[in-house]
């Protein structure tokens, strides 16, 4: 007979941290099944999705807010001033683009805009996720 593990209690902040960076990873994956499936407006609302909850484990793990969605710009702006990298000014606002490309009729959509979107999601993603790590780049 083996031993089950102890489960991480849901409120332990390493644990939080965790979720939120495996999620956005999975929303960044998934972003892609739906471009491949021509489903243009979740492959565009999950890139959002993964970098909005980076930014959540990198709230977390800073001891910052994110409890709605209009705090993501602080958490990046934050973390831009953290890490110094100026990158994240222009990838939050393509992560912005993502998520408003939600409420846009399917006929202005590209895909082409959306695949480099995501792309630049994952940048956004490498670039946040070492904040996460015992709160400091």
């Known amino acids: 007979m083996t031993q089950s593990s ?4 849901f409120n332990e902040p390493a644990a939080a941290i965790a979720d939120y960076r495996q999620q956005a990873r999975e929303f960044l994956t998934k972003s892609r099944e739906y ?3 021509d489903d243009l407006h979740q492959a565009s609302e999950k890139g ?3 970098a909005a909850w980076m930014a959540k484990a990198v709230a977390e793990a800073q001891g910052w807010q994110y409890k709605r969605h209009e705090e ?4 990046v702006n934050r973390a ?9 000014r222009q990838l939050r ?4 683009e993502l998520h408003g490309y939600f409420y846009t009729r399917k006929r ?7 695949a480099e979107g995501l792309d630049r999601m994952v ?15």
């Open 35 to 37: 471009l491949a499936d």
């Open 93 to 96: 606002a393509e992560a912005n």
């Open 72 to 75: 993501f710009a602080d958490v």
């Open 123 to 137: 940048v956004l993603l490498d670039i946040l996720e070492p904040l996460t790590e015992n709160g400091t780049p």
């Open 6 to 9: 102890p489960i991480e209690p």
């Open 80 to 88: 831009l001033r953290l890490s110094g990298d100026t990158r994240l």
């Open 108 to 114: 202005f959509l590209d895909p082409d805009d959306i």
């Open 48 to 50: 959002w999705g993964a």
